[in-house]
T-cell receptor, first 115, second 114 residues
Framework: EAGVAQSPRYKIIEKRQSVAFWCNPI?????LYWYQQILGQGPKLLIQ????????DSQLPKDRFSAERLKGVDSTLKIQPAKLEDSAVYLC?????????????FGEGSRLTVL | KNQVEQSPQSLIILEGKNCTLQ??????????LRWYKQDTGRGPVSLTI?????NTKSNGRYTATLDADTKQSSLHITASQLSDSASYIC?????????????FGTGTRLKVLA
């Protein structure tokens, strides 16, 4: 079974530029999460989708971050314009649904460096 | 406030030795607790998941314990190997209806030396 796919793995941009990350969850997984992981810290939830609807985006900096999950499968996370403090690993995760004991599967992450 | 705290922050041990990582949480009500292993530059991979009714769960050389009364969990690694060098993250899922967030600890960075 294929895992959660993310791209690009690495991205270096200058501040005020824009960047987009793509995630393809495990086939059939209805729930998709985007997390931001700053070096030395645990992942922080940015946004959670259930199918193509947003469940929680309370910690998403909406002035610069946006995310969508068209057709309830792939998802894209965009940052525009980027700031130095956005340097982090952006992890995508998926689960079959929101049932509390469901396994959560992570992708390899997209490492962003903002210069 | 729901929090998950892990200790130690980092740990260095020699190959073949055992070690124990700690996780204390204040999440209530509680649904389940998970331990993840995150290799450098990779995404977290699940090691164990325990509900409030489970005390112990093993996955090979990894054994997790849970004391729901004291809100403590530990991850014991037996006969460590170089490949165990990674960050270990404790994650708690609240049990409150309608709450779907996972509460992540900051992790323990383990280094196993030859």
């Amino acid at each position: 079974e294929a895992g959660v796919a993310q791209s690009p793995r690495y991205k270096i941009i200058e501040k005020r530029q824009s960047v987009a990350f793509w995630c393809n969850p495990i086939s059939g997984h209805a729930t998709l999460y985007w997390y931001q992981q700053i070096l030395g810290q645990g992942p922080k939830l940015l946004i959670q989708f259930q199918n193509n609807g947003v469940v929680d985006d309370s910690q998403l900096p909406k002035d610069r971050f946006s995310a969508e999950r068209l057709k309830g499968v792939d998802s894209t996370l965009k940052i525009q314009p980027a700031k130095l403090e956005d340097s982090a690993v952006y992890l995508c995760a998926s689960s079959l649904d929101r049932t509390v004991h469901r396994e959560l599967f992570f992708g390899e992450g997209s490492r962003l460096t903002v210069l | 406030k729901n929090q998950v705290e892990q200790s130690p922050q980092s740990l260095i041990i020699l190959e073949g030795k055992n070690c124990t990582l700690q996780c204390n949480y204040t999440v209530s009500p509680f649904s389940n607790l998970r331990w993840y292993k995150q290799d450098t530059g990779r995404g977290p991979v699940s090691l164990t998941i325990m509900t409030f009714s489970e005390n112990t769960k093993s996955n090979g050389r990894y054994t997790a314990t849970l004391d729901a009364d004291t809100k403590q969990s530990s991850l014991h690694i037996t006969a460590s190997q170089l490949s165990d060098s990674a960050s270990y993250i404790c994650v708690v899922r609240p049990g409150r209806s309608g709450t779907y967030k996972y509460i992540f600890g900051t992790g323990t960075r383990l280094k196993v030396l030859a």
